[in-house]
């Protein structure tokens, strides 16, 4: 099945935009809220910066169209989908990893940016992007980098290190862990291409989950994990929006 005849998918898929893009492709159909649950609109409301708002309204509504393209729906049915949430830490369904039956999804927001990556149910996918910021934190290399990595990050700049920054958060999302988990104790080893193999001591989740890069908006880095030992396939706003989609 291609991404343009509107069927289901069957592999791992990704959209990363701006956005602003992402608001403009929803203005024809009356604009991000018609693609969002209404708990979801008032949770953007509690954000106190109005480019918080929405960057947390479109992060949830290319979640919800990515499901609904994934799954082979028209992007209205997008709002109606019901999505859970299980927290691996303590159980709770208030919190944690989000997910809509029949599609395994992740979801990013950083600075004006979004993106969601969508799979197979029942196989793990993590999705992570972030705005290159102008420095970092001290101890940054400690945190992020295991041992053995840390003397390939000292030749690198800021962009390098932001791309193994994303490359771990996107497998300890796509286990399910997030940062309860220090992105160092994740390890990374080649595995063909771009792809790299995780593990993590002590975290079942992790073994076995591969991540890549993925294409990002100028000024952003990106990166995809998840169980299928393939890159991610990008698709673009006009999969979602394309065609005969909307009305
Ligand atoms: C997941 C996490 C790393 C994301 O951090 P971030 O870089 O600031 O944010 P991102 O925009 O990339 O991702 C946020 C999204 O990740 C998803 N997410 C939250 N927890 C997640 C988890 N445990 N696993 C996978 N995805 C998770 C959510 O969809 C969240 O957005 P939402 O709350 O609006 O739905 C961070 O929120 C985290 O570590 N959370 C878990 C902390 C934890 O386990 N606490 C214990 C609670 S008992």
Known sequence: ?????????????????????????????????????????????????????????????????????????????????????????CGSSQHGKPAVAGVSLSLSRSHGAVMAAAGPAGAPVGADIELVPDGLFNGFDDFVAAPGERGQLRSKGIPGRLRLWVAKEAVLKAAGL???????????????????LADCPGRP???????????????????????????PDQLALSDVFGSGRLP
């Open 205 to 231: 989740e992790v073994h076995g989950l591969t991540v890549s890069p993925v294409p990002a908006p100028a000024g952003y880095r990106a990166a995809v994990s998840a169980g299928s030992g393939l890159p």
């Open 178 to 196: 997030g940062l309860a988990v220090e992105p160092s104790a994740v390890h990374l080893t080649p595995a063909g291409g771009t792809l790299l």
């Open 1 to 89: 099945m291609t991404a343009d005849d509107g069927g289901p998918l069957s592999g791992v898929v990704l959209l990363a935009v701006l956005t602003r893009n992402l608001e403009s492709a929803c203005a024809p159909a009356g604009g991000l809220r018609t693609f969002l649950s209404p708990a979801e609109v008032s949770s953007a409301g509690r954000f106190r910066r109005a480019e918080d708002r929405l960057d947390y309204a479109a992060s949830h509504v290319l979640f919800r169209l990515l499901a609904a393209r994934w799954l082979g729906l028209p992007p209205l049915d997008a709002a109606g989908l019901g999505v859970t949430r299980y927290c691996i830490g």
